[in-house]
């Protein structure tokens, strides 16, 4: 995972040489002036040379202006290494995520997709730069300042070596317990950013069901759960502070006692006492630093490897070498199709699908909910692929067209169809990016739209909301059918596209359909019959099996669903129009 995460360094690299390089700088001033500081005790304040002060004294002032100048360039060139870093990852994984099939959307799910693109990388960014400053400096100076001692007092040294180990088992214990408290921590961030996500972009239903109350109270229940966990880390976490504390103050006595001792026999000066004491508390805080340092790259390994999976993830649906870039027409061939979701393919939607639809029909799909009609025409585009059997589009095997020739021949109106936060005149163009505005008002006109889009004061220069929320459900609707149209595709698939559309435009859409692109495939799924009444052919599905396929006179004589759901939206049409 580190190799991974590591070889998005990119055009950083140098960053992330130099700044723990300055960090090597500030940790030598920082070691230094307390050597000097034993200089300036001994040969300078306790003879009384004033001169030598100054001197000496003026040197510190230098080392320190220095050591500043050094540990700034270390912190400016970690924050551009690290940025820099997360930019990089971000870039990746939305390139990949965009080279996803609906298959391996399916298999994160888009919230955690959102978690993993912000937080987690926030993470790694964070625990990033930590790594390259602190884990440089901590461990360095730590080493620096033990040699400096001994350099000073063998004997008194040695103390330090007494503490180190209790510092180590302080430390792996924080570690260890952090790792667990950490885990948890990240596994609740997800759920509260999942349970956000999800009110928020439904905040409209959450309102119509006044379920406000309930709403607030899973998040509070939620927080709570963080707040708990958050303390019981910070606890763990400030731990090693009073043990710390207790042996810096533990060394002080024993250096004090013993060196008082040693300063009283003239073996020693009292310069490189205090001096001692000063690299007692540097060896201390470094190990400090370290336990920090650590306990930031175990919170940040989850995050890591969330992204690496989202990096490692193969797209399921790719181009084949040498894919085909012409769809000859829009004939399609369904061959003996099975289709399962996911990783179960025991568990079918589709069955043994045989179809044939030539070029320029019209299809009808009706079925009840959950009869596979969304997934059978998904197949059409390869939004996904088929299990078993094959689809031909124009004669050749789905699999081997290029994808963004498919694409661009068959169009398709999704169910849960999205404009985006734009004017009109802009998502239409989504369709077709170099189509003129008298292209976008014919399939406007086609599309029924064009009537209430010239009802508008801005007319096409309209802004349309995130989500499309200040048009109709219906206009909304004939929106994404006109930019479907403006692909000007061999196929046009409309997954229940006109349902909450009424009887009379839906009709004229029809119409116009028939009339003005006779040559394209249509294929239109609808709950009611009258939507596909007129068509070539209607393909009756019924838990992912095709049971009748004919036309309407035909299949209302033969077929017993067919007739059935028929006679129930008649009944219901009387009810309508009373
Ligand atoms: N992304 C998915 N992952 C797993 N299962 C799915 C997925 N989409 C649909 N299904 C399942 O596949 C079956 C067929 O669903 P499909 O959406 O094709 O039905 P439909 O006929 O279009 O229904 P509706 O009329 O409600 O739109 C259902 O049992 C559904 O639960
Ligand atoms: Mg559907």
């Known amino acids: 995972m580190r190799k991974k995460l590591g070889s998005y360094i990119g055009e950083y690299k140098i960053n992330t040489i130099l700044a723990p390089a300055f960090m090597l700088g500030e940790v030598a001033m920082d070691v230094l002036i307390p050597y000097l500081m034993s200089f300036l005790i001994n040969n300078g304040l306790q003879k009384g040379n004033f001169d030598y002060v100054l001197r000496v004294g003026g040197l510190m002032l230098i080392m320190t202006v220095l050591g500043l100048t050094f540990g700034s360039l270390s912190g400016v060139h970690a924050a ?8 990089n990852l971000r870039k990746a994984m939305f390139f990949t995520i965009q080279r996803f099939s609906f298959e391996n959307i399916d298999r994160f799910s888009s919230s955690s997709l959102i978690t993993r693109l912000t937080t987690d990388v926030n993470n790694v960014q964070n625990s990033f730069q930590m790594m390259i400053r602190m884990l440089v400096r901590a461990p360095l100076m730590m080493i620096f300042a033990l040699i400096m001692s001994f350099v000073l007092n063998a004997r008194l040294a040695c103390i330090f070596l007494v503490t180190i180990p209790i510092m180590a088992m302080v430390m792996a214990f924080v570690i260890f317990r ?4 950490f885990k948890q921590m990240f596994e609740e961030y997800d759920h509260l950013n999942n349970d956000v996500q999800e009110n928020l972009l439904n ?6 069901y006044v379920r406000e109350p309930h709403e607030i109270k899973k998040f509070e229940a939620i927080s709570e759960k963080l707040v708990h966990l958050s303390k019981a880390a910070e606890k763990l976490i400030i731990l090693p502070t009073p043990v710390m504390t207790m042996l810096v103050f533990g060394i002080i006595i024993a250096d004090g006692l013993l060196g008082g001792r040693f300063i009283v026999a003239g073996q020693m000066k009292l310069g490189d006492l205090t001096t001692l004491f000063t690299y007692a508390v540097q060896v201390m805080m470094s190990f400090m630093m370290i336990t920090m340092v650590l306990v930031m790259i175990v919170m940040s390994v989850a995050s890591g490897e969330r992204i690496v999976e989202v990096l490692n993830e193969e797209p399921t649906i790719t181009n084949k070498e040498k894919a085909i870039t012409e769809v000859k027409d829009g004939s399609i061939v369904f061959d003996h199709v099975d289709f399962a979701y996911g990783s179960d393919k025991d568990k079918k939607v589709l069955t043994d699908i045989q179809l044939t639809i030539e070029a320029g029909e019209t299809v009808g799909i009706i079925g009840g909910t959950g009869s596979s009609k969304s997934t059978l025409v998904q197949l059409i585009p390869r939004l996904y692929d088929v299990t078993a059997g094959r689809v031909l589009v124009g004669g050749t095997d789905v699999r081997d067209l290029d994808i963004h020739t498919l694409r661009d021949n068959v169009s398709m109106v999704l169910q849960k169809n ?3 936060s734009g004017t009109i005149m802009k998502n239409m163009r989504w369709g077709d990016e170099h189509a003129t505005d008298e292209e976008v008002i014919k399939a406007c006109k086609l599309a ?27 206009q909304k609707q004939r929106l994404c059918i006109a930019r479907a149209l403006l692909k000007k595709p061999k196929i046009l698939i409309l997954d229940d596209s006109t349902s909450a559309v009424d009887m009379r435009t839906d009709a004229l859409i029809r119409e116009a359909f028939a009339n003005e692109i006779p040559n394209t495939t249509k294929i239109i799924i609808a709950q009611r019959i009258s939507s596909v009444q007129d068509a070539d052919k209607i393909v009756v599905l019924d838990e992912g099996r095709i ?6 006179d035909a299949l209302y004589a033969n077929n017993r669903i067919y007739r059935e759901v028929y006679d129930s939206q008649m009944k219901g049409g009387d009810d309508d129009a009373a």
């Open 80 to 87: 551009i290494a690290s940025t820099g870093l997360a930019k």
């Open 178 to 181: 952090a790792h667990k408290y």
């Open 203 to 208: 905040i409209r239903t959450v309102k119509a």
């Open 418 to 420: 999205e404009l985006f």
């Open 448 to 474: 029924q739209a064009d009537e209430f889009v010239s009802t508008f004061d801005k007319q096409y220069e309209t802004y349309i909301e995130q989500g499309g929320n200040n048009v109709s459900g219906g």
């Open 547 to 552: 049971v009748g396929v004919g036309k309407h």
